[in-house]
């Protein structure tokens, strides 16, 4: 088949979780033996390509700063749409199917909008799906109004949808998606099970950018209300982001500098042994549309805790007491009891949740979810509606 692959980003000129996915997708249909294009905006010098193995690379918009302030820009979607627009209004008869993300909206509606003319099949991924409440707190009454109307006209266009969670599935289905809709349950490349766990430190890990949905300050105050609980405990907090200086200011304030430390960003080998050796993983995140963290704790026998919340798509990641617990909230008291009840459990829960990982571990492969695409694409009548 002919395949337009399409995301504003690519792996390693940006990186993250989707572009390591949309990278390793092309790749793979290439070898497969399908025609692909991959659609991007340039993160490169002028004067020099981006190379994919048997891919070809196209650019539909400048190299733009995506992110302020730990959220996406509203100018690069639209110029990116804009040339999603363009290309497809001159390319699109060459394609089959256009297989794109669903962020940012513009560039799959600029593809829906085309593809009457040129008659291609849309294959849609949802790494997230916002209810209206989270879109209001995130930009506003009117805003969010608008952010909500704009992603359930993107779920309305006719498409083959694949979904990284249940959560986001289940959403997908009740706004009225016109299309089969189908659950991949791992986008990204996993460590080897840990044959047996490393005993653990008495230290609590976050590893994550520090930006509001994260909620890291929680972690702080969660750490005040174990002072006289757990005076043993260590937290230490790994990445950087927008809410950086509050968490140090936190941690200055509260006088928590015996218990707490903020290393920013360290190599992978270091964040690898710290993982390995820490009591467990807290991830107090309000919104998540995976959790990939949560699985590479338990490739390591490392147990979780996370946090109930509508958003929340890494709850479904962890077991209760099998491989970490769920906190109710993100209050102190309660990510400080979640914690505590890790403490309690011991090394018997470490061996648990390397045996949750050893059972999960080809579900949650990456290899799995690029199978289940490829047998898609191997079989044009299941892709979707005409």
Known sequence: MRILVVYDCLYPYTIGGGERWYRTLAERLAADGHDVSYLTMRQWDRGTSAELAGVDVRVAGPRMELYVDGRRRIAPPLVFGAGVLWHVLRHGRRYDVVHTASFPYFSLLAAAIVRPLHRYELVVDWFELWSLAYWRGYLGTVGGRIGWAVQKACVRVPQKAFALSRMTAGRLRAQGVRGPVEVLTGIHALPDATAQPRPAQPVVVFAGRHIPEKRVPALVHAFAALRDRAPELRLAIYGDGPQRAEVLRLISTLQLGDMASAPGFVDAAELRDALAD???????????????????????????????????????????????????????????????????????????????FARNAERLSLDSSLDRVAAVYADPRRIGPS
Do not use: K, M, Q
């Open 278 to 356: 820490a009591l467990c993983l807290v991830l107090p995140s309000r919104r998540e549309g995976y959790g990939l963290v949560v699985v590479e704790a338990a490739a390591r026998g490392v147990p979780s805790v996370v946090v109930a919340d509508p958003d929340n798509a890494a709850t479904e990641l962890v077991d209760e007491g099998e491989n970490g617990f769920v906190a109710p909230s993100a209050s102190p008291e309660d990510l400080a009891d979640a914690i505590l009840r890790v403490r309690h459990a011991g090394p018997a829960l470490r061996t648990s949740t390397a045996a949750w």
